[in-house]
């Protein structure tokens, strides 16, 4: 297994390219099922997560494309048919995103078997409320042996469906599946993240009806058919926000280009409060800190357009070197903190109680080994390997190839130490 090692203390400066959102690509290759046409995905982000639902899309008869556009790289995905209704827990198990094929599987053939996902280190993760949902749109759904059976035989039929709280995955599988049910389909409490966005305009490129998506009611009046459409992924807002921390972190200047910083406000506002200088762009936004003391602030993670719980652990790395004591709320999921007693291993003085983490800060980190356990958990000890006195040795970094695109090259390229160790190592186990 690979290991990334980073000789703390050098500062950040120049420009990083940020690449299209992991959470929304995965949902629009997911809408290639949906139609006998072409989609082609541009400004793809080139990830195992990608890599691996193209298999899974493989399997039930997409054929997938990779190639290099004009404008960077894209993906063309074409289902002429379903092949297979089937998606294998060895798969859904790898990628819990894998499971919101189910939708479009039973919204164009009428039947699936999928199978459950499971937990994962951040939480339970149940998958109630999107079952939930492709009842309400008429779907019979029966669960044997960590499998859903999902049937629909005359086909989906639009219906209301009222969210007792958010959910990104429930809302935007809902959408996925509605776009083709007969009739219209009202969704309340529905999430607002900027990736439900991003799919539903390429739905709508698709030939779909979605209206009020980014609001809490989204509206959608079935089609009979979708066809296929060229739609941009947009660009990945937790990419953003994990380099502008690195950038406040190390210290110096770093221009984050091809993305927006609206993404990113709650972040953004908590960075200045902490006394780091944002600017933003038409392009994206600089981060610049010139090695006065950061500030101790509190945040609290929420949905959209609150503070991002895929934000909270590289805030976390931040707050370890800040004067004073702040305080973390994680509300989104239940075991969030995995990454804190690994920064400890670094020097951070961090305690954590139920949902609540205190950190208060140090005078400096040291370099450690210490161990990935998810994917925004590792990237937040890269991010503390950057301030740390010394080498910090992060391991099983295959967490951070399944959202980080070239991750070693962006932050060389600005500077940073940092090497990939190819291989294993004796006696490390998964
Ligand atoms: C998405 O997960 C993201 N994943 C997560 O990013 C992100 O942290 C999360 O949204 C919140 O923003 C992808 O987009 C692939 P939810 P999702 O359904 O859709 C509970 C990353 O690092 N819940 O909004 O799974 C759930 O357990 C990942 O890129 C149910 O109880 O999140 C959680 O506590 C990690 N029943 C809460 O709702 C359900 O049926 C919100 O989860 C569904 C969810």
Sequence with gaps: MDRIAITGGARLNGEIPISGAKNSAIKLMAASLLTEEPLRLTNMPRLADTRFLGKLLQRLGTEVVEAEGEDGPETLLRTKEIVSGFAPYDLVRQMRASFNVLGPLLARTGQAKVSLPGGCTIGARPVDLHLKALEALGARIDLHEGYVYAQAPGGLTGGRIDFPFNSVGATEHAMLAAVLARGETVMTNAACEPELVDL????????????????????????????????????????????????????????????????????????????????????????????????????????????????????????????????????????????????????????????EARIRGVQALEGAQVMATDLRASVSLVIAGLAARGETVVHRVYHLDRGFERLEQKLSDCGAQIRRLKGDIEGEED
Excluded: W
């Design 200 to 355: 539903a305009d390429c739905l709508n490129k698709m030939g779909a009806h979605v209206t009020g998506a980014g609001t809490s009611v989204i509206r959608i009046q079935g089609v009979g058919q979708l066809h296929g459409a060229v739609h941009a992924v947009m660009p990945d807002r937790i990419e953003t926000g994990t380099y502008a921390v690195a950038a406040a972190m190390a210290g110096g200047e770093v221009r984050l280009t091809r993305t927006r910083s609206d993404f990113i406000q709650a972040l953004l506002d908590k960075m200045v409060e902490a006394g780091v200088e944002v600017t933003p762009h038409n392009d994206g936004l600089t981060v610049r800190r010139n090695g006065a003391l950061l500030k101790a602030v509190e945040v609290e993670t929420g949905v959209y357009p609150g503070f991002a719980t895929d934000l909270q652990a590289q805030f976390m790395a931040l707050m370890t070197l800040a004067d004073g004591e702040s305080v973390i709320k994680e509300t989104i999921f239940e075991n969030r903190f995995m990454h804190a007693p690994e920064l400890s291993r670094l020097g951070a003085d961090i305690a954590v109680q139920g949902g």
